[in-house]
């Protein structure tokens, strides 16, 4: 039996899961935030609820990493002041984000967040580190998908250039 063999929670965490851990817990707190504002600044109320279950889902995985790094003796990034909630109409208008900004925004999010767990699965030895954020990005697969399909029945997805017409090749 080795080092890194029985329960994947008493074995050390090796510097990289340890970094992204820590990372991964400070962009959540900067979530919260952020979709806090969005909140404030969102109409459509399918937006509003994407915002709502992103949020939550945000602070829950702020817990469950908080957690793995204390259990290491590492302090974790302090958590960002809560936004107070405010009223669209007192927004001036010059301020505003706009629905599909939004949509956009959180769209590139959730896919930076697909490739940021895939990185940390790829990189950890420790199954429940690794199980954590395939856990994760799942979720996050969903939220891209809800995202992606709201974005599409309201008119708000900007695709690359299409290509609609394949070129004809010369001999």
């Known amino acids: 039996m080795g080092i890194l063999s029985g329960n994947p929670k008493d ?3 090796h510097y990289g899961e340890i970094f992204s851990i820590w990372m991964a817990s400070t962009a959540a707190k900067g979530a919260v ?3 806090q ?3 404030n600044h969102a109409g ?9 279950d992103l949020l939550e889902e945000a602070r829950t995985d702020i817990k469950d990493l908080d957690a793995l790094l204390l259990d290491q003796c590492i302090t974790p990034a302090p958590m960002m002041a809560e936004r ?3 009223k669209l109409e007192e927004i001036p208008v010059g ?5 599909p900004e939004i949509a956009a925004i959180i769209s590139s999010d959730v896919a930076l967040g697909l490739v940021a767990c895939s990185q940390v699965m790829g990189q950890s030895i420790r199954e429940d580190i690794g ?3 395939a856990k994760y990005h799942l979720t996050k697969t969903e939220f891209g998908t809800k995202i992606l399909k709201m974005n599409k029945e309201k ?11 394949k070129p004809e090749t010369t001999n």
Do not use: H, N
């Not at 399918?46 to 709502?52: A, G, H, T």
């Not at 301020?95 to 629905?99: E, G, I, P, Q, V």
């Open 11 to 13: 074995e050390p965490m």
């Open 33 to 35: 935030s952020l979709y």
């Open 37 to 39: 504002v969005y909140l």
């Open 44 to 52: 459509d109320k399918d937006l509003k609820k994407i915002l709502s």
């Open 84 to 86: 107070p909630p405010v």
């Open 95 to 99: 301020a505003r984000l706009t629905d």
């Open 131 to 133: 199980a954590l954020f």
């Open 155 to 165: 008119g708000w997805l900007i695709p690359p250039p299409l290509q609609v017409k």
